[in-house]
T-cell receptor
Framework: DAGVIQSPRHEVTEMGQEVTLRCKPI?????LFWYRQTMMRGLELLIY????????DSGMPEDRFSAKMPNASFSTLKIQPSEPRDSAVYFC?????????????FGDGTRLSIL | AQSVTQLDSHVSVSEGTPVLLRCNYS??????LFWYVQHPNKGLQLLLK??????LVKGINGFEAEFKKSETSFHLTKPSAHMSDAAEYFC??????????FGAGTRLFVKA
């Protein structure tokens, strides 16, 4: 059973460039989460989707960040324009349904470095 | 409101000795509680979960945790540490409404 798949695993780009992170959730999971992890702030929830609909985007830091989920098997997180302070590891996670007692399954993350 | 506090940012043990990682939580409702482990350059992996069944929960790799409502604690233990247990551990609380709160993490060091 394939887990959550994220791409790319590493991204290095210059300030001002557009960055797109991709996520394929586990088949049959209908909730998807995007997180950001830094040493200073720990793990932060950016946005989550249920049945492809954004439910809570209150964690999205600013308008430069946007996320989409066009279908049940694909989501993107876009940063435009990117800034050095966006450097972090970005994780995608999915879960089977909206029940609060279901664990989240995490991908291996995208390590983003903005120069 | 709900919150989770991991009482130690770092724990160091010798291989073969017991492990104790402490977690206290606050929740207005009956919570679900989880422990996850994160190895370097990897995502978080579920170790175990508590969802109002047995208060002593057994997880993978010999870990277990005990839910103590009176103490609002959910400490993670392992009788004998192995070098491969060195990682970061996260305590997580979740209640209805799909709000999930992650602790700040505890980094476990295992000395040979």
């Amino acid at each position: 059973d394939a887990g959550v798949i994220q791409s790319p695993r590493h991204e290095v780009t210059e300030m001002g460039q557009e960055v797109t992170l991709r996520c394929k959730p586990i088949s049959g999971h209908n909730s998807l989460f995007w997180y950001r992890q830094t040493m200073m702030r720990g793990l932060e929830l950016l946005i989550y989707f249920n049945n492809n609909v954004p439910i809570d985007d209150s964690g999205m830091p600013e308008d430069r960040f946007s996320a989409k989920m066009p279908n049940a098997s694909f989501s993107t997180l876009k940063i435009q324009p990117s800034e050095p302070r966006d450097s972090a590891v970005y994780f995608c996670a999915s879960t089977q349904d909206r029940a609060y007692n279901q664990p989240q399954h995490f991908g291996d993350g995208t390590r983003l470095s903005i120069l | 409101a709900q919150s989770v506090t991991q009482l130690d940012s770092h724990v160091s043990v010798s291989e073969g000795t017991p492990v104790l990682l402490r977690c206290n939580y606050s929740s207005s409702y009956s919570p679900s509680l989880f422990w996850y482990v994160q190895h370097p350059n990897k995502g978080l992996q579920l170790l175990l979960k508590y969802t109002s069944a047995a208060t002593l929960v057994k997880g993978i790799n010999g870990f277990e945790a005990e839910f103590k409502k009176s103490e609002t604690s959910f400490h993670l233990t392992k009788p004998s540490a192995h070098m491969s247990d060195a990682a970061e551990y996260f305590c997580v609380v979740s209640t209805g409404g799909f709000k999930t709160i992650f602790g700040a993490g505890t980094r476990l060091f295992v000395k040979a």
